[in-house]
């Protein structure tokens, strides 16, 4: 059964701690890419990586942090220097991002709240 | 920014009624096109895709049409479900360098019984 998993659903962190967001993929997929929705809105990009060891900075990387040492895994560490960390964030793979027919595949999505 | 946007934030449609779902994007670069549907608390679900070198592509209810003179991008829904209920988001491949995929703000469909 292959798919995207994001671990926990829900995530509830103190003011001022780092949290880390899981993201699973076992399509074999080689371009990872993590989201960012509030209320009503729609996605902004954070980072994305288009292979292992190497990733980019989306339109709102800051006070965000990414690696991917392996294929299947692209966890999203949310900083204390994240002012406003409280949304749903969402984890998408696709084959390559190196193709204009780039269909994204999406996880269940993280929503994480300050206290 | 982005250069994918709605013309209606909100769509209320009567259950069994047709419904669509419009989109204009204004990068004529644009080779690729994504409805994807996301329901309340989940992730975005592909839908239906179209290609620059198409106008019209049908899937199971639905429909997507393509005018790239006016660079518009529309979403019918046949005979429209309590389950069609959900935020559809059209998103567009502009080709560059990097294939990204630039996200509009999204329709919320509401299904009047």
């Known amino acids: 059964d292959g798919g995207i998993t994001q671990s926990p659903k829900y995530l509830f962190r103190k003011e001022g701690q780092n949290v880390t967001l899981s993201c699973e993929q076992n399509?074999?997929?080689?371009?990872m890419y993590w989201y960012r929705q509030d209320p009503g809105q729609g996605l902004r990009l954070i980072y994305y990586s288009q292979i292992v060891n190497d990733f980019q900075k989306g339109d709102i990387a800051e006070g965000y942090s990414v690696s991917r040492e392996k294929k299947e895994s692209f966890p999203l560490t949310v900083t204390s220097a994240q002012k406003n960390p409280t949304a749903f964030y969402l984890c998408?793979?696709?084959?390559?991002?190196?193709?204009?027919?780039?269909?994204?595949?999406f996880g269940p999505g993280t929503r994480l709240t300050v206290l | 920014g982005e250069s994918v946007g709605l013309h209606l934030p909100t769509l209320s449609v009567q259950e069994g009624d047709n419904s669509i779902i419009n989109c204009a994007y204004s990068n004529s670069a644009s080779d690729y096109f994504i409805w994807y549907k996301q329901e309340s608390g989940k992730g975005p679900q592909f839908i239906i895709d179209i290609r620059s070198n198409m106008d019209k592509r049908q899937g199971q209810r639905v429909t997507v049409l393509l005018n790239k003179t006016v660079k518009h991008l529309s979403l019918q829904i046949a005979a429209t479900q309590p389950g069609d209920s959900a935020v559809y988001f059209c998103a567009e491949n502009i080709g560059d360098s990097n294939y990204q995929l630039i996200w509009g703000a999204g329709t919320k469909l509401i299904i009047k019984p």
């Open positions: 399509l074999n997929h080689d371009a």
């Open positions: 998408a793979s696709s084959i390559s991002s190196y193709s204009s027919y780039n269909e994204q595949f």
